[in-house]
């Protein structure tokens, strides 16, 4: 039996637990009150990038054995991450970072008169970010050493490409996933069995080009905006499984969880075969579990068993299916059931897959 140790104990931790299990895997999770650790294990890795702080976690990240430590330090801290991508000559959003002898002044003319603040790090789901526009901001001289600035670009979509490198440079990935963000969170996300080439070669060259640069095993995510039908711009890098990539649990033969234990503990990779021709996954946030999400056959549910509390992801759906339009008619069930701000995601979800069947 092979032992992973897990720094953090959230739902992405949870779900690489529940797909090792059917290998023998067994997965242990290092939280802030973790005081000891078992002797022999075979690797460390991370669900979150703000992983608890303590005695065993400042002792583990010097261990040979924990996977990734400079990728991701490097990734964890958005002005790193820009600069290292900027070296590579990566598709990137612009951005300045304000040292303490600049002003917002210096960031409007380098990025225009539309700008997003972002904390260099511990954000997510939108959490330490804010839009500002020149009209109406007067041009302060308050340091911003903790965050850095990027341009808001106008983008035709979000995209996401989920992949792992094996220690022997093995890379595969998955069709790209389209993802759908309200207030800077993710709503929902679909993936097409036939994908778009074009996006699809592209974005999986980013990702070779960046996880070899690295040296990188196991699961990696970037997410990136679709500024018109052939430009890409990175957006921002995850070193970890992520919410975009649920739909794999339901929608191909290995799901990120498994290719991830798979890739750090050197156990044969290949490309996942995918299942269906249309792999959805709706997030559910700050809602009471409910049954009646179940009642069609196509329709899996993935419940974290948290508290609930406005604003918490504490499952997601995942539904597939071959027949398109039987998908479009099982989407407008599930409204049914729930809240009616999920009426957008439906929309869009039905939207892209009507459009998917034009082509
Ligand atoms: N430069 C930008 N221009 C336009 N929209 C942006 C930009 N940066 C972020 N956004 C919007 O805000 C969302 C969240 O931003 P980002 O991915 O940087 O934050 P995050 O807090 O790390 O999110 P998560 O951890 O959920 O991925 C993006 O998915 C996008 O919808
Ligand atoms: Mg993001």
């Known amino acids: 039996m092979k032992l992973i140790y897990v720094l953090g104990n959230g739902q992405l931790g949870q779900m690489l637990k529940q797909a090792g299990e059917p290998l023998g895997i067994k997965v242990m999770f290092i939280n802030k009150n973790t005081k ?37 330090i490097c990734l964890t801290d958005r002005l790193t991450q820009k600069k290292f991508l900027d070296q590579l000559k990566m598709p990137n959003v612009k951005w ?52 850095i600035f990027e341009k808001k670009v106008d983008f035709i979509e979000e995209i996401s490409l989920i992949g792992a490198r094996s220690k022997n440079n093995h890379i595969v990935s998955y069709p790209i996933t389209y993802n759908f963000h309200e207030n800077s969170m993710l709503r929902a996300s679909i993936s097409f069995k036939k994908t778009n080439k074009n996006i699809q070669n592209q974005s999986e ?5 960046i996880m070899n640069q690295l040296k990188y095993v196991g699961v990696m995510v970037i997410e990136f905006f679709l500024i018109d039908f052939n430009t890409l711009l990175i957006n921002e890098i995850a070193p970890r499984v992520h919410n975009s990539g649920h739909w794999t649990q339901n929608g191909a ?62 499952g997601h759906l995942n539904i597939v299916d071959n027949n398109y339009l039987r998908l479009c008619k099982t989407l407008k069930n599930l409204q049914k059931n729930l809240p009616n701000n999920y009426a957008s995601s439906i929309e869009w979800l039905i939207k892209k897959i009507i459009l998917h069947n034009k082509f």
């Not at 650790?37 to 040979?64: R, V």
């Open 205 to 209: 060259n980013i990702l070779k080009t």
């Open 36 to 72: 000891s650790l078992i002797k022999f294990f075979d690797a460390i890795t991370i669900e979150t990038e703000n992983w608890p702080k303590n005695i065993i976690t400042q002792t583990l990240i010097k261990n040979p054995l924990f996977f990734n430590y400079n990728a991701i």
């Open 96 to 147: 300045i970072y304000l040292s303490k002898k600049k002003t917002l002044k210096d960031a409007f003319q380098k990025l225009g008169k539309r700008l997003i603040l972002k904390k260099r790090t511990g954000g997510y789901n939108g959490l330490y970010q804010k839009f500002i526009e020149k009209e109406n901001v007067e041009n302060n001289k308050q340091d911003y050493q903790q965050y």
């Open 253 to 314: 033969s290995i799901s990120q969880f498994e290719l991830h234990l798979r890739a750090i503990l050197d156990y044969p990779m290949y490309n996942p075969t995918i299942c269906y021709d249309y792999s959805v996954m709706i997030n559910l946030i700050g809602i009471d579990f409910n049954m009646l999400w179940i009642n069609q056959s196509s329709v899996h549910l993935h419940w974290y068993s948290k508290k609930t509390f406005k604003g918490r992801k504490v």
